[in-house]
């Protein structure tokens, strides 16, 4: 089956501006995560939709938001870039079990944000 | 708050045994999962772990113990495609991934 797709693959924008990343998930998952990654930080959440819902979010201001479609697709969105927002953005997706944890997320390749 | 600990780095010789422990500190626990992820790539699922006990898939094993917030991947037969880092991640209440740093895992010959 397709993987998780995300476009762009990469991006250079400038402080100020605002960025939209897209994710499709792997047909059938319902779940979609977005993460942010920097050298050293690991993984950092920023948020989860599950049926088109926002079901969790991290540690993150305002200006990072997303929205999940009714195919599932999700974008994210950060308004008014900063230098430090450069990173890798991951998208994951996953099938949720009956119990409500989302199992096994597959990770889309991420797009590569460098804020100039 | 929540947390998740685990080692930063290791290093192992090729076709040894290695254990990565992971401690966490969760608003509930709905399981704990362990990722791999080579450098420049992606993560890729490896385990899942929701009772306690050992589950082992091939050359990996991880196991848990939920009372002592305690889990931990074991990587027999070490292979050099084995050097990456091992992210735990503990599902909560609200079934919400809290991430560690990840162990980065050196194998030498």
């Known amino acids: 089956k397709a993987g998780v797709t995300q476009t762009p693959r990469y991006l250079i924008k400038t402080r100020g501006q605002q960025v939209t990343l897209s994710c499709s998930p792997i047909s059938g998952h319902r779940s979609v995560s977005w993460y942010q990654q920097t050298p050293g930080q690991g993984l950092q959440f920023l948020f989860e939709y599950f049926s088109e819902t926002q079901r969790n979010k991290g540690n993150f201001p305002g200006r990072f938001s997303g929205r999940q479609f009714s195919n599932s697709r999700s974008e994210m969105n950060v308004s008014t870039l900063e230098l430090g927002d450069s990173a890798l953005y991951l998208c994951a997706s996953s099938f949720v079990l009956a119990g409500g944890v989302a199992y096994e997320q597959y990770f889309g390749p991420g797009t590569r944000l460098t804020v100039t | 708050g929540q947390n998740i600990d685990q080692p930063t780095e290791m290093t192992a010789t090729e076709g040894a045994i290695v254990q990565i422990n992971c401690t966490y500190q969760?608003?509930?626990?709905?399981?704990l999962f362990w990722y791999q992820q080579h450098a420049g790539e992606a993560p890729t699922f490896l385990s899942y772990n929701v009772l306690d006990g050992l589950e082992e898939k091939g050359r990996f094993s991880s196991f848990l113990s939920r009372s002592k917030g305690y889990s931990y991947l074991l990587l027999k037969e070490l292979q050099m495609k084995d050097s990456a880092s091992y992210l735990c991640?503990?599902?909560?209440?609200?079934?919400?991934?809290?991430w560690g740093a990840g162990t980065k895992l050196i194998i030498k010959p």
């Open positions: 991640a503990a599902s909560d209440s609200n079934y919400q991934l809290i």
């Open positions: 969760t608003s509930g626990f709905n399981g």
